[in-house]
C-alpha cells in the first residue's frame, strides 16, 4: 500500500479516507456518495476498517454509515485518489469518466447512492 508524501486524511461524518483529496474528488464524493456532510476531526479509533477505495469501498462506507450514523469508519486506498479504477474529469462543462468501470448518476437509484 503506497503512502505518498502529499497524502491527506479527509473526514466526513465519521469515515476517514486516507488518499489525497483534490476539488473534483471532493466534489464527486460530496454529490455522489453523501447528501450533506459536515467535515471535521477524524477521529483516532475506528470499528471498522475498509481496505480499497474504490467504488465498492465507498459504497461500503456509505452503506454502513446509513445503517448506523455512529459508525466510525476508516478507509484506506493505495492510490492517491480514491475511486478505483474510475478516472472522473471534466472538460468543456462536460462530466467524462475512463476507465473499465463507470458511475452514472443519471438513474435514481443511482442519485440516491
Request: aromatic residues 8%.
Given at each position: 500500500?503506497?503512502?505518498y508524501?502529499?497524502?491527506?486524511?479527509?473526514?466526513?461524518?465519521?469515515?476517514?479516507?486516507?488518499?489525497?483529496?483534490?476539488?473534483?474528488?471532493?466534489?464527486i464524493?460530496?454529490?455522489?456518495?453523501?447528501?450533506?456532510?459536515?467535515?471535521?476531526?477524524?477521529?483516532?479509533?475506528?470499528?471498522?476498517?475498509?481496505?480499497?477505495?474504490?467504488?465498492?469501498?465507498?459504497?461500503?462506507?456509505?452503506?454502513?454509515?446509513?445503517?448506523?450514523?455512529?459508525n466510525?469508519?476508516?478507509?484506506?486506498?493505495?492510490?492517491?485518489?480514491?475511486?478505483?479504477?474510475?478516472?472522473?474529469?471534466?472538460?468543456?462543462?462536460?462530466?467524462?469518466?475512463?476507465?473499465?468501470?463507470?458511475?452514472?448518476?443519471?438513474?435514481?437509484?443511482?442519485?440516491?447512492?
Amino acid at each position: 500500500m503506497g503512502i505518498y508524501h502529499d497524502t491527506r486524511i479527509l473526514s466526513i461524518g465519521d469515515c476517514a479516507i486516507l488518499c489525497t483529496v483534490d476539488a473534483q474528488l471532493a466534489h464527486i464524493w460530496l454529490h455522489v456518495l453523501w447528501k450533506c456532510a459536515l467535515i471535521y476531526n477524524m477521529r483516532k479509533t475506528y470499528n471498522t476498517v475498509i481496505v480499497g477505495a474504490g467504488l465498492s469501498g465507498l459504497s461500503l462506507a456509505w452503506f454502513l454509515l446509513e445503517q448506523n450514523p455512529d459508525n466510525r469508519i476508516l478507509l484506506i486506498g493505495k492510490q492517491k485518489l480514491a475511486g478505483g479504477a474510475i478516472k472522473t474529469y471534466h472538460d468543456q462543462g462536460f462530466l467524462v469518466e475512463e476507465g473499465p468501470h463507470g458511475f452514472l448518476d443519471n438513474c435514481q437509484a443511482g442519485r440516491e447512492l
